[in-house]
Every structure is written in C-alpha cells, then in structure tokens.
C-alpha cells in the first residue's frame, strides 16, 4: 500500500525545555496529538525537567517563579526529539506509529479488518464452517454415545471423525458456542487468515485450533465455560470422602482463551452488560496487531542477531589482529634477546681474550726479562699456541685451527674421508 503522508515536527533539547516550562504538559499534548505520558517520557529520555508543584499555580496569580534549569547532558543533547503525525494515529517520538512499522501485507490485513465492521452472529446455525460441522457432528456423537450403557458404548468413532475447533460448554451453551465460532471462523477467513487444526507437541492425540495471519501462527483458540466452584455436603454418603466434596457448576458465561496452555487473560469473556458477540470484531483485529507485532519482533530478534554476529566477526579479527602483533613483537624480541646475548658473548670473548693476552704478556717478561726467547723453546711454543686461543677467543680476528673444531664423522662420512685419504700421494 502506498506511504500514509505525514508531518514531524522537531525540537532541539532546549527548544523542548522552553516548550514545557511555557505550556502545561496537557495543552502541549494537545498541541502535538500525542497524550501527556508521551510528553513525560521525552523529558526522562532527555533529561528535561518538569515543571513542579505550585509552579503553574504561582503563574496564575502573577508570579515569576524561576524553571529548574536545564541541566548539562551531551549525549542527550546530541539526539533530537522527532514527533510524527500520521491521519488517524495518535503522534508517536522518533518512530512512526507501531502499526504503520507492520509489514504491507499484514497491515494490508489490518486495513481489511478494521474496515469490515461488527461480526454478526446469526440466531440460527446457517451454512456453517466446515470445522464448526465437524465439532458439532463430535457432540452429537459424544452425546449419543454418553445415553448408551457402559457395555454398549465405543469410541473408536473418535479416530475417524474429523476434529473441529476446541469447544468446551456445557450441553444449554453448545448452540450457541458454535454460532459464536462459526461468525468467528468466517471472519478470520474473510479478513484473508486461516484457521486449521493441529496436534499440541507431543500429543498427536489432543488437536488445537490455531489461528494463523500472513502465513505465521499467531494464537491458538478455545471457547469455553466458566465455572463456579460449589461445595456440596451428603451426610447420607457411606464414605467420609463424599460427604464434603467440591463440584464445578457452569454458569452460562462464555470466554475466548489461548486454550488450557496459555495463563494470560482470556481474549474475551462475556460480562454483566456485555457479550462475547460484542467484541469478535475487535478479537480478529487484535490478532492481526499480535501478527505484525510477532513480524516486528522476529525483525528485531534477527537484527539484534545480525549484530551479535557482526560484533562476534569483528572481536576474532581484533583477537587475531591482537595475536598477530603479540606473534611479531614475541619474534621481533627473540631476535632482539639473540642479537644481545651475542653481543654479550662476544663482548665476553674479547674480555677473556685480552684476559689471555695480559697473562702471556706477563709470563713472556717473566721468562725472558731480556726480551730475547728461542724460538725452537717450549716457552715460544707455548706462547705461539696461547696467543692462538686468545685469537680464537676474539670476535674480531680471524679464528686459527684447532683441534677443538675436529669432530668424529659417522660411518659414511668416515668412510669418505678414508677414501680421500688413500687417493692421496704418500707422506701426505
């Protein structure tokens, strides 16, 4: 269906403050086509004060009395209050009216509903509802097998007959339950839901009547009896637990319920001065309010999930970007640890170099104060191997042979280097 034209009207935190401290709450309702809640709500979602007791009758007699002052809120002062004023809704604060957010079909549904009218039940049962026949072909079953002997009696009729809609009267009130659900049926259908009939969970065996608008169940129906609990006393009686017992009477009155699984409020119930016929047609439109409204709500439910998703996404790449920075440093600092301790033992080698170079400095002029060793001596050996290891202990000279840098090879390897060796010329 086409956009419902409109208007908004749209206030600054300030410019709302000035407003209700200017006018009472009722004639600026009235102002804007909303009720007084409406405006009470805005001032505690922004953070607006109200006028106090007194305020407006010291106005009256020509007084000045001095507003609360607005006080500081940025973030409320960031939001502006947006009012919207469809024809035929009352004005709604920062979202149109909850019926035009239904979904087209179901508020085509709607439109369809509240144009058609009062329900009318007819005086007598007339081309009634297939599901209507077939509850009332069940009772007249029910009854005439209830008038047979105990021995005569069979109810293996029940699991072939069809099921119909759940009534539950007593016998005077029969006719006119099916009339009430017959009206009821009809419009339903009319309006374009359906009504079919369903197990309950696991009780293939107990059926329900259930209510469905734009292809979604939207509630299970029963009409039923209310019944007044009576305490009946039988001194006569041979046993004590018949002789004070409690008995539920019906007492003609008729309700519309979710069925003996729903504890709310019947959706309605006959009254002193009223009848269940008064209200089918408000019944059918409220249903296609909880339809849109279950639309809404199901809209809501998969968006809320949608950001649940999405804020689950975004915390694993924050937790891998996270990792992955963690990962570097860790990697970047083990390179780092290796490089100083390196430097260290190098920083170490050169000191115990110079440490070796210091001692056979001190043992060559201790051995040889003339400056003068034989070159052939242990003592030129020996300082020739000395200064040798302190070379190899430096980091910044080439390192010299050594036997320390020999190693056993494994088999092959010595077996290799055994035939190296005889390859060679002799002596060598």
């Given amino acids: 269906m086409p956009p419902l034209q409109h208007q908004t009207r749209t206030f600054s935190r300030q410019e709302f403050y000035d407003r209700v401290w200017l006018i009472s709450v009722t004639k600026f309702a009235a102002e804007l086509g909303c009720t007084s809640a409406t405006i009470n709500r805005v001032c505690e979602s922004s953070n607006i004060p109200r006028p106090y007791a007194g305020y407006w009758v010291k106005i009256a007699h020509g007084k000045s009395p001095a507003p609360?002052?607005?006080?500081?809120?940025?973030d409320a002062e960031s939001r502006p209050i947006v009012f919207y004023q469809y024809d035929g809704y009352e004005t709604t604060v920062d979202e149109p009216p909850r019926e035009l957010q239904y979904d087209d079909d179901i508020l085509e549904l709607l439109q369809r509903a509240k144009s058609l009218g009062p329900v009318k039940v007819l005086e007598k049962l007339s081309k009634p509802h297939p599901l209507v026949l077939a509850t009332k072909d069940r009772i007249d079953l029910d009854v005439a097998a209830a008038k047979l002997p105990w021995s005569q009696r069979n109810s293996a009729w029940r699991e072939k007959a069809p099921h119909g809609v759940t009534v539950e009267v007593s016998a005077p009130q029969v006719k006119r339950a099916l009339r009430i659900m017959d009206a009821l049926l009809k419009?339903?259908?009319q309006v374009g839901g359906k009504v079919e009939i369903h197990s309950k969970p696991y009780q293939d065996y107990h059926k329900q009547t259930?209510?469905?608008?734009g292809g979604d169940e939207v509630t299970v129906l029963r009409i039923r009896e209310k019944h007044n609990q009576v305490r009946k006393k039988n001194e006569d009686t041979k046993y004590s637990w018949e002789r004070d017992r409690t008995e539920l009477v019906p007492t003609g009155l008729l309700l519309i319920d979710e069925g003996p699984s729903g504890y709310g409020k019947p959706f309605l119930a006959?009254?002193?001065?009223?009848?269940?016929?008064?209200g089918l047609d408000a019944l059918v439109v409220a249903l296609v309010r909880t339809a849109g409204e279950n639309r809404i709500r199901r809209r809501e439910r998969e968006a809320a999930e949608r950001k649940k998703l999405q804020a689950e996404r975004v915390r694993r790449e924050r937790e891998a970007e996270l990792k992955r920075l963690r990962d570097e440093l860790a990697q970047r600092q083990r390179e780092e640890?290796?490089?100083?301790?390196q430097l260290i033992?190098?920083?170490?080698?050169?000191?115990?170099?110079?440490?070796?170079?210091e001692y056979l400095d001190e043992l060559f002029w201790l051995r040889a104060p003339d400056g003068v060793v034989d070159i052939d001596s242990t003592l030129?050996?020996?300082?020739?191997?000395?200064f040798q290891q302190a070379?190899?202990?430096?980091?910044?000279?080439?390192?010299?042979?050594s036997v320390l840098d020999e190693r056993i090879e494994d088999a092959e390897e010595l077996q290799e280097l055994d035939r190296k060796r005889r390859s060679l010329p002799f002596g060598m």
């Fill in 68 to 74: 609360t002052p607005l006080p500081d809120d940025p």
């Fill in 187 to 189: 419009r339903v259908e």
């Fill in 210 to 213: 259930v209510v469905k608008f």
């Fill in 270 to 278: 006959d009254g002193k001065s009223t009848k269940l016929e008064d």
């Fill in 337 to 341: 640890h290796a490089r100083v301790e």
């Fill in 345 to 357: 033992q190098h920083a170490e080698a050169m000191r115990r170099s110079r440490l070796v170079r």
């Fill in 380 to 386: 030129a050996e020996y300082l020739r191997w000395g």
């Fill in 391 to 401: 070379d190899r202990l430096d980091p910044l000279r080439p390192s010299p042979p």
